[in-house]
């Protein structure tokens, strides 16, 4: 009877998270003039609790997850109780915890992009237009490479973990203002992964968990990168799943901040972004693209390539197909092409002429 009951419960929770993408999808007018001020407040309200424990609160949740689900797997076999009761209950959780996951953050996946929500149109960009706006974040991010503090083989060294973990919410504040919210970044705290081998091998640099609305960033992460992975996680915790969305907003953000190292980790990556679609399109013009970066910001591309080299094989594959399944199934068609999709923005930004103001 129980085994049952579970099994009805299960299917009435995928039924309602159903009906709330299709609400989404049929009505977003409607479901999406209340959804971002809830979702926000859900995850603001968790923020404030998780945000005082220096550690990734989530982290330590799922590993005793984890171990309740082998202790009473183990029990359930020790005191020959029924496997597919067993089984019913995991199901029960499952659906519970999806459902959860779309109510308080996943159902952004198909509400107003960031550049609807600030009045950036996109569109499909010449080969031309890609290569103007490659050619001008090259020399944003040459700029910025001249100022960062570099260690003897010249390649950039920055301040620590923590040091610019703190910087990323002061830096994410200049966000809400772009779309006329006053809502408040500063409960957003970036936490340091534990596990910072397994997410490596794994190909993850940073995790936002809208359960306990931590952003939580891999330390191992190529030090160019981590400002920029920390606004973009960041921006996660400000409604923004897409990540193209995301990566967009981190730009934004290391534009605004006063630290020179943001500064160049949101050109170093916009210059990465659009040197890579014009690639894809064009090599020689890339070729082009790459003999304007200066001696520093060549330094540091080879840098990151040789950082990230040794953990590339199958464990990587398998990580980047689950995340692919999973963006594909929120509505990315690209899936973990929709990281590149940023390009789009950037280049738009760069036709606009429009800035933020640092500070």
Wanted: charged residues 15%; aromatic residues 14%; hydrophobic residues 45%.
């Amino acid at each position: 009877m129980k085994t049952v009951s579970r099994v009805i419960l299960s299917a009435i929770l995928l039924v309602l998270t159903g009906l709330m993408i299709a609400a989404a999808k049929a009505i977003p007018e409607v479901v999406f003039s209340f959804y971002p001020d809830f979702s926000s407040g859900v995850l603001g309200f968790l923020s404030k609790i998780t945000s005082p424990f220096p550690f990734a609160l989530w982290e330590v949740l799922v590993l005793l997850l984890v171990l309740w689900v082998i202790y009473t797997l183990v029990q359930c076999f020790r005191k020959h109780r029924g496997f597919v009761c067993w089984l019913s209950g995991v199901l029960l959780g499952f659906c519970a915890g999806l459902m959860i996951f779309v109510a308080i953050w996943g159902l952004g996946h198909f509400g107003p992009s960031v550049g609807e929500r600030i009045g950036l149109e996109t569109r499909p960009y010449t080969t031309q237009e890609l290569y103007d706006a490659a050619a001008y974040y090259a020399g944003e991010a040459n700029t910025y490479a001249a100022q960062v503090s570099r260690d003897a083989d010249g390649v950039a060294d920055f301040q620590s973990f923590s040091t610019l973990a703190a910087e990323a919410p002061r830096a994410c504040q200049a966000l809400p203002a772009l779309w006329g919210s006053d809502e408040e970044v500063s409960t957003a705290r970036v936490k340091r992964l534990t596990a910072w081998q397994l997410y490596s091998y794994a190909g993850v640099t940073g995790i936002f968990v809208p359960f306990t609305g931590e952003s939580s960033v891999n330390p191992d992460t190529f030090v160019v990168s981590l400002p920029f992975t920390m606004c973009h996680e960041v921006a996660h915790r400000l409604g923004f799943p897409a990540e193209d969305d995301a990566n967009f907003c981190a730009y934004l953000a290391c534009s605004a901040s006063d630290s020179i190292e943001f500064r160049y980790s949101g050109s170093y990556s916009a210059f990465v972004y659009c040197y890579n679609a014009l690639y894809a399109v064009d090599r020689e013009l890339a070729a082009e693209i790459w003999n304007m970066a200066s001696e520093q910001l060549q330094a540091d591309c080879r840098a990151a390539n040789a950082h990230y080299e040794p953990y590339e094989g199958t464990v990587q594959d398998a990580a980047q197909k689950v995340n692919d399944t999973y963006l594909k199934a929120f509505d990315q068609e690209e899936g973990v092409q929709s990281y590149g999709a940023v390009a789009d923005y950037l280049i738009a930004w760069y036709l606009s002429g429009r800035s933020v103001q640092a500070g």
